[in-house]
């Protein structure tokens, strides 16, 4: 009995510990490039293997990656590497029908960046080619026609 008494705190530890580094990431998100970056590490490392708590997760990536796409006024490369990851993030995910406005709202801000072709317009500084070819991508992993 007490063993399976000590597996069950392991256990129960190591989905609270999973629990918080979400809650670190979400946070993260919500910050500067550079935390923005740490949220998306911890994401990455949440997501190894499998993909637990994309139901929260997805909504958020997608957020900040239209936030890129179309709102921040920092051109650095490192947005665009940053995008990079989010979406493959966005991606590596099973697109489900619950989370189907995401994806919309994402093709829809890649085909906006896709008509703006203006220097001095917010967001990452991608040619109306790439936009494109992202859009096309999001619309087959979800679905989209």
Do not use: C
């Not at 550079?34 to 990536?61: D, F, M, T």
């Not at 006024?73 to 993030?89: E, F």
């Not at 989370?99 to 994402?106: I, S």
């Not at 859009?135 to 679905?143: C, F, I, L, S, T």
């Amino acid at each position: 009995m007490a063993i399976v008494l000590a597996i069950a705190n392991v256990y129960e530890r190591y989905i609270r510990d999973r629990q918080q580094t979400l809650i670190r990431a979400l946070e993260y998100l919500t910050g500067g490039s550079q935390k923005r970056s740490v949220g998306i590490a911890l994401i990455e490392g949440l997501w190894h293997r499998r993909h637990p708590y994309y139901r929260a997760i997805i909504p958020a990536l997608t957020n900040q990656a239209v936030y890129l796409l179309l709102e921040t006024d920092s051109k650095g490369r490192h947005q665009l590497h940053t995008w990079l990851r989010i979406m493959d993030l966005i991606l590596r995910v099973p697109a489900k029908q619950s989370l189907h406005g995401f994806y919309v709202e994402l093709v829809e801000a890649l085909e906006s960046r896709a008509e703006t072709v203006s220097a001095e317009a917010s967001g990452l500084d991608i040619s109306p080619q790439t936009a494109r070819l992202w859009a096309d991508k999001v619309r087959k992993h979800a679905g989209i026609s």
